[in-house]
Each structure stands twice: as structure tokens, then as C-alpha cells.
């Protein structure tokens, strides 16, 4: 079935749960509105940094006011970059919900809870499979010091 035709009025009180089908059309419309949203409140954070920092002078007189400027600049930007990433995971998890992919794990195969997809929409894995990843992420990086 097309996603076209699956799309599905979201009733304003809706909160997915597991007695209803895992990823049925209204679910899948909570959780796309969610990373809309999500998408929409960050974009709008980038664009309000960027104002800010054309109007901002890094210029200043006082040497102490400049570098102080300049690391604000520094971290707001690191912010925004961890932001775009985060942006891109947004987009990708959108694409799934089009194909129907959203809501598994990548490496299972089976539905990521609903209780972890609400906390974290962009989540890939099932939270076992995520505990398995960053276990054996700590492990390759302490064979590496």
C-alpha cells in the first residue's frame, strides 16, 4: 500500500501504545508530525544563530571580551554542527516512515519499542541492540589505546 493512501488523521490527544498495531497509519503519522516538529523547532534555532552571530562584532576593543566572544562562537557553532547531524538522522527516519521502514531495528529486524521511539524518534536500533553496539564501540576503542 502507498503511504500516500496509509496517511491518517492524528487525533490531537494521541498517544501511540502497544495494544494497537505496531506502526499502523495513525501511529506512523504520530511519530512523522513528532520529527517534523522536532526538525522545525532546530532549524529555526540555526537561523537565530546565524542572526545573531552577523550582528554579533567579534571585533571588540578588549582583548578579554574578544576571546570570550570567540569561544562563545566556537561552541555555538560545535552546537549547530551536532544539530545538522541530528537534522540529517531527522530526515532519514522521515524517509523510513515513506518506504515503511520506521520503527525496526536495523540490525534485528524486529519493532523498537514504542516507549524508545518516543523518547528518541531518530533510534535505529532495538535498546538491546543499541546496548550490543556501544559495547562492542567501547571495546574497539580500548583495543586502540
Not at 11 to 37: A, C, G, I, T, W
Not at 40 to 57: K, R
Request: hydrophobic content about 30%; aromatic content about 6%.
Amino acid at each position: 500500500m502507498s503511504n500516500e493512501a496509509r496517511k491518517a488523521i492524528l487525533p490531537h490527544d494521541y498517544k501511540p501504545s502497544k495494544s494497537e498495531e505496531f506502526m499502523n497509519p495513525v501511529m506512523e503519522e504520530y511519530f512523522r508530525q513528532k520529527l517534523l516538529s522536532w526538525r522545525d523547532e532546530l532549524l529555526m534555532g540555526s537561523n537565530e544563530t546565524i542572526e545573531s552571530m552577523q550582528l554579533d562584532n567579534l571585533q571588540k576593543p578588549d582583548i578579554a571580551d574578544r576571546a570570550s566572544a570567540e569561544t562563545d562562537h566556537a561552541l555555538e557553532l560545535r552546537t549547530r554542527d551536532r544539530e545538522r547531524k541530528l537534522i540529517s538522522k531527522i530526515n532519514e527516519a522521515l524517509e523510513k516512515i515513506t518506504d515503511g521502514s520506521y520503527g525496526y531495528c536495523e540490525e534485528t529486524g524486529e519493532p523498537i519499542s514504542i516507549a524508545r521511539l518516543d523518547v528518541r524518534p531518530i533510534a535505529v536500533y532495538s535498546l538491546e541492540a543499541q546496548e550490543r553496539h556501544e559495547r562492542s564501540e567501547r571495546t574497539k576503542r580500548d583495543e586502540r589505546e
